[in-house]
Every structure is written in structure tokens, then in C-alpha cells.
């Protein structure tokens, strides 16, 4: 596999403040990573930075393209949503299609026309119309129909309820994802992304603070749900974080082995949101 995305030395400064710190990462086609961070960690600034919106400093190429001297060439094979809640109101659903089609060389009206006709919606609403879930099966139809390898998403599903958060992205894992395509999600709802990604990075104060594939990241973290008895040793092996679950302690650990904290209690793989918790705290300490 070849790396669709190689990014080097990046740095973003607005005025004094570092957006971007130093940011290095490469993606290989086929896989779906989540950019997770808190707020202002420089998510957006980066996926600024990969389309080419912003100006920055390092080295970055995206297919072999140079995002800003080659953005034209580079847009053809990207496509770029922020939030699948919202279309402008006035808009007429065939105009909406006509837009996408005049805009994006690799749309097929054919292949949107399909997954409209599993919806609800008529191609001569207006989207103020529209309830919201059908907004979202609109701007889906409008994504999936265009044959993009690489498609980013900045906070897609924000305002949507779980219902059609959830659909949003089984539609999207089924009917659209391959191989050959390769996905891009930022969100703060890491929990319902978690069981599609395939590779995941933590972004803090412009620095990667984690970059990793899921299968890697299963091999190296551990929670141990730690036996009363044997609290002291396991504190005394530095987990990365400690929380209490029912008055028991709960430890975090990287880079030992399994079989050993077997000994301390049982051992689970954790959420990325604790992953998420313990490198901030970790990050900050
Ligand atoms: N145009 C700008 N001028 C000055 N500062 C900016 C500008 N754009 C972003 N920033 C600052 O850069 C930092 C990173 O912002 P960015 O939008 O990339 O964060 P984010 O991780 O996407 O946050 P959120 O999750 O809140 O959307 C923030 O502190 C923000 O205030």
C-alpha cells in the first residue's frame, strides 16, 4: 500500500499562537482515520491545511499533489463536508443535484438519483421543507454519488440526534467505502466512530500526540479492572491513568504485556474516549 497522504514538519502560526506544531503523519489508501482533539486543538487547521484553504509550513503532499500550488488538480479526487445538517434553505432538491454536478467532476446524478429513491424526497422540494434526517439523506445521496478517494469530514454529524448520527455512518461504511477510498472524520463523539476506524489521531495544542493504527493501539493499551490486593503494584507500574469504577480502581497501562496485567485484575481494551482522556491528562501533567 502506498501512502496517499505523507505530511512533514507542519506548522501553522496565527499572530504568536501555534496552531500547528510540528505536525508529521502519513495515511495509507483503504483506511479511515479519526482526527480527534478538544476544542481548539487544531483539527479544522489541519484539514484546512490538507485542502489547500490555508498556508502553512512543511512539507505536505496529498496523491503526489501539492495541496496549494496543485489545488485544482487535487479537488478533483477530494471531497469536503463540514456538516450534513445543513443545506442552504431555499435551494430546490434538483437544484441541489445540479449544483453538485456542475461543481464536482466525479458526481453521478445517476448514483445520487438511486439513493434518493430508497428516501422519502421529492426532487421538487425545497430543502426548508425538508425534516432534518432528510436534509441528511439528502447530503448523503449528494456525497456517495460522488466517486471521491478521499473524503474529510468536520464534525459531519453535529446537531444530528443518535438515530441519524448512527444511520449516517453505517450508510456510509456500507454503501460507500472501500478499499480504494480513504476517510477522513474529525468529531467529539468518538464512541460512535470508534468501531469503524481503522487508524486514529490525537491532536492537542497543534501537536500529534497519538498516531496509530486501532490494530496497534489494541496490541499496546490495556485497563485493568485492579483487585483491592493488588492496587499498590499496580500503581506502582505507572499507568497511564487511573479512574474509580464502583470504588475499584480502573488502570490504564501501554506497553506491557497482557498476560502480566492478568495478574493484577480483569483486563479490557478501552474505549477511545478513555484512550482520549488519559493521553490529555497525560499530555497536560
Ligand atoms: N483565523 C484564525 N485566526 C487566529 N486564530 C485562529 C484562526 N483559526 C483558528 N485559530 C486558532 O487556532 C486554534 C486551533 O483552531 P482549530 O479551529 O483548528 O481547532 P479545532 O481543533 O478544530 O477546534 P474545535 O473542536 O473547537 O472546532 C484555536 O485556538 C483557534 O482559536
Known sequence: MSNIIEAKGLNKQYGNFKALDNVSFELESGRILGLIGPNGAG????????????????????FGLDPHKQRDELMKRVCFIADVAVLPRW?????AIDFVEGVHPRFSRELCEKYLEQTKIKRNSRVKSLSKGMVVQLHLALIMAIDADLLILDEPTLGLDILFRKS???????????????IIITTHQVEEIEHILSD????????IVLDDSMDAIADSYFEVMVEKEFE????????????????????????????????????????????????MKGEAA
Request: with cysteine.
Open 91 to 95: 435551494i430546490k432538491v434538483s437544484q
Open 232 to 279: 499498590e503494584a499496580a500503581l506502582a507500574m505507572k499507568p497511564l491513568n487511573v479512574r474509580e469504577v464502583f470504588g475499584q480502581k480502573v488502570c490504564l497501562f501501554s506497553g506491557i504485556a497482557k498476560e502480566q496485567l492478568q495478574e493484577l485484575g480483569k483486563v479490557r481494551k478501552p474505549s477511545v474516549a478513555d484512550l482520549f482522556v488519559a493521553k
Open 168 to 182: 449516517f455512518y453505517e450508510q456510509l461504511l456500507n454503501d460507500y467505502f472501500d478499499d480504494n477510498r480513504t
Open 43 to 62: 483539527k479544522t487547521t489541519l484539514l484546512k491545511s490538507l485542502l489547500g484553504l490555508t498556508p502553512f509550513e512543511g512539507e505536505l503532499n496529498i
Open 200 to 207: 486514529l489521531i490525537f491532536i492537542q495544542d497543534g501537536k
